[in-house]
């Protein structure tokens, strides 16, 4: 999350959809950086990865109008960011990692322990579409009852064109070959391969509305 009084915007950064780049980008400008969740208080509740509905309830109570800023976050296909997600899990918190083998929980044990494709379908199994990292975009973005917060919502595969001219408009002069790839996770094996038929149907579930409003397609 980046926020600005004086320039007037409000980027909120979905889960590995390069949101530690365009934070990186943002930072000069910004009079609010959002920190790590275990490091927010009652008087700084600005976190990484906080919703619009959480940060607007917070312009609410300090008497800030929320449209009178611009609101932007990046989506990105849910099929790929699952994946994003997962291999970032794995990667933080592997095998190797002594704190994991003596205080992580079981379920990131076995994230570690298991091999790729059944780990990463019990993965997506268990993840709630309304809450935490693998949230789906319309509780990220939306009120209550449906209702968009956001204006703007640049694509994850099109950043390259979309986020220079958009960042042209904040004051940021950028071409796409100043765009930082920061925070990406690595991986030696195609999505698809990794799906099974029961976690592709959850993820069509769970992820209707970007499906539906952006097009994106299974393999694409």
């Given at each position: 999350m980046r926020l600005s009084h004086q320039r007037k915007f409000v980027f909120l950064a979905?889960?590995?959809?390069?949101?530690?780049?365009i934070r990186s980008l943002l930072d000069e400008i910004s009079e609010v950086k959002g920190v790590h969740l275990s490091d927010t208080t009652p008087e700084f509740p600005f976190h990484y990865h906080i919703s619009a509905r959480e940060l607007k309830r917070v312009f609410d109570?300090?008497?800030?109008?929320?449209?009178?800023?611009?609101?932007?976050?990046?989506?990105r296909?849910?099929?790929?960011?699952?994946v994003s997600l997962f291999n970032r899990r794995r990667e933080k918190e592997s095998l190797w990692n002594p704190r994991i083998r003596l205080k992580g929980n079981l379920f990131n044990r076995l994230i570690c322990r298991l091999p790729a494709r059944p780990a990463f379908n019990l993965f997506v199994l268990s993840r709630n579409p309304r809450?935490?990292?693998?949230r789906n975009l319309q509780s990220f973005i939306g009120d209550a009852i449906g209702n968009?917060?956001?204006?703007?919502?640049l694509q994850f595969e099109h950043l390259k064109e979309q986020?220079?001219?958009y960042l042209h408009g904040l004051g940021v002069e950028i071409s796409a070959d100043d765009i930082p790839k920061l925070n990406a996770s690595s991986s030696q094996t195609s999505y698809v391969e990794l799906y099974t038929d029961l976690a592709r149907r959850k993820v069509e579930q769970m992820y209707q509305y970007e499906i539906k409003r952006f097009g994106y397609k299974f393999g694409d």
């Open positions: 979905y889960p590995r959809t390069a949101s530690s780049t109570r300090h008497g800030w109008n929320w449209f009178q800023y611009k609101r932007f976050c990046v989506v296909n849910p099929y790929t960011r699952l809450q935490g990292v693998a968009v917060l956001v204006e703007d919502i986020l220079p001219e």
